[in-house]
């Protein structure tokens, strides 16, 4: 679970600012929160609203870009490539800073660190309750003494001393420690290394950020032959949505039939040929909206279309492709392996423009539906939206409500509807929209567009 995070002179935003999934004095809807961990829950919804360049897909982006950074990592000799804020000179000469406070595997840690383009400058994980902080790591590249390893030393032997020395030393000056040591084999040479291995496990398995244009987990449609439960699972949201499609199947197609070079398939498919032994492998991709597989069977390339179904007139039914699909459908389908993930516990799904191409209804009870079934689950949906429907405390608490806006400098600033003194009973999204929470866009005068025709 995301606790809070914080970002600083990164795209947008200069100073720096919080988005904080802690709850606040709301009793209302007590079932949004997590069951504590240490004295501290979590909210398990969140939703962002703003103008359009207001900053919300940007929070996003940090958030995305510090889990790349950590799990991708910077090449040798290669400048960390992200951007500062760039409408002030001097912020252009100072550091950039992101920081996580996540709650995971039974415990809470704060995990940051403060870098330019050229070299990670601090690095550091604690472990926190309500009340105080335990340090597990820390990285000054202004001290003399780089990195502060011994909370980690007092767990093990000597000889793993010095193993975990040998890879701080090692460590480059664009890398964050936390990734050199997700390469190393640590967990096989260092007797208790679990905060660290817990850190890299939340952002490799728990944290998964969706930007407007990406397929959550394609491989999961490919899986439906042969998983009943899965597929009966996928079929009955898509009935739940009123989608029109009666089932969904796989059909085996040529490689010649795939709208991709026949050389770039036969590549990927020597790759997934030469790290397959015992189990069966799976790549899903799309070709203009079309979803398709690659897999390997006997040790040879089989590939797949995936289809619906649509009830006919005629005891067959018809199969149609996805890019016969309206987008809303399409958007259904990208949504169900989330959903699935969502109700499985123990993701954070940070999604931008997730109404986009569905009706408000549905992107409304598609909410309501994950709120009203995660009442023993620890799972977490954070979005930006535009869609004002969503605005009414029926359905959200007033800490799960934050908006962007930006200041006369152009930097984005976030606050929450909490900060406002708002009854419960209070219909919001009027307020929102005549402006009152500042999240709108500002329009000018129609009196100084020179270009309009005389009327």
């Known amino acids: 679970m995301l606790i809070r995070f914080s970002v600083e002179n990164f795209m947008s935003f200069k100073e720096r600012q919080y988005f904080s999934l802690i709850p606040g004095k709301g009793t209302l809807k007590s079932e949004h929160k997590t069951k504590p961990v240490k004295k501290i829950s979590a909210l398990k919804t969140a939703v962002i609203f703003g103008a359009n360049a207001s900053g919300k897909s940007n929070l996003i982006k940090s958030i995305g870009f510090g889990k790349k950074l950590v799990l991708n990592g910077t090449k040798p000799d290669r400048k960390i490539d992200y951007q500062k804020f760039r409408l002030d000179e001097d912020y252009l000469e100072k550091e950039s800073r992101l920081e996580y406070e996540i709650q995971h595997k039974g415990k809470n840690y704060a995990y940051g660190f403060v870098f330019n383009k050229n070299e990670i400058v601090e690095e550091w994980l604690y472990e926190i309750t309500k009340t105080s902080?335990?340090?597990?790591?820390?990285?000054?590249?202004?001290?003399?003494?780089?990195?502060?390893?011994?909370?980690?030393?007092?767990?093990?032997?000597?000889?793993?001393?010095?193993?975990?020395?040998?890879?701080?030393?090692?460590?480059?000056?664009?890398?964050?420690?936390?990734?050199?040591?997700?390469?190393?084999k640590v967990k096989e040479n260092v007797s208790d290394v679990s905060d660290l291995l817990n850190v890299l496990d939340w952002f490799q398995n728990a944290l998964k950020v969706i930007l407007p244009d990406d397929k959550y987990n394609l491989g999961l449609r490919f899986e439906l032959k042969n998983n009943e439960k899965l597929l009966k699972v996928f079929e009955e949201f898509l009935g739940y949505f009123d989608t029109g499609i009666s089932g969904v199947c796989l059909q085996p197609v040529e490689i010649d039939e795939i709208e991709i070079p026949k050389e770039v398939l036969e590549s990927i498919g020597e790759d997934l040929l030469s790290i397959n032994t015992e189990k069966n492998m799976a790549l899903g991709f799309s070709v203009n909206n079309k979803l398709y597989s690659i897999s390997v069977k006997n040790n040879e390339l089989f590939?797949?279309?995936?289809?619906?179904?649509?009830?006919?007139?005629?005891?067959?039914?018809?199969?149609?492709?996805?890019?016969?699909?309206?987008?809303?459908?399409?958007?259904?389908?990208?949504?169900?392996?989330?959903?699935i993930d969502l109700l499985q516990g123990g993701n954070v799904f940070i999604v931008d423009e997730m109404e986009r191409s569905l009706h408000p209804n549905l992107i409304y009870d598609l909410i309501d539906l994950f709120l009203a079934s995660n009442k023993n689950i620890n799972s977490q949906l954070i979005l930006a939206s535009h869609e004002s429907s969503l605005l009414t405390q029926k359905l959200l608490r007033k800490d799960e409500v934050w908006f962007t806006v930006k200041d006369e400098g152009g930097a984005t600033k976030l606050h929450s509807l909490e900060e406002y003194n708002i009854r419960f009973d209070k219909q919001i999204r009027k307020d929102y929209l005549l402006g009152r929470f500042k999240a709108i866009p500002r329009i000018g005068s129609r009196s100084k567009l020179t270009v309009l025709p005389n009327q």
């Open 133 to 184: 902080d335990k340090k597990i790591f820390e990285r000054n590249n202004k001290k003399d003494e780089l990195f502060d390893l011994a909370p980690l030393f007092r767990k093990n032997s000597a000889e793993e001393q010095q193993f975990l020395k040998f890879i701080a030393k090692g460590t480059p000056d664009n890398q964050l420690f936390l990734t050199e040591l997700r390469t190393r």
């Open 303 to 339: 590939f797949q279309k995936f289809m619906t179904k649509h009830s006919s007139t005629g005891k067959q039914d018809i199969l149609f492709e996805t890019s016969d699909e309206s987008d809303g459908t399409n958007r259904i389908i990208d949504y169900i392996p989330l959903l």
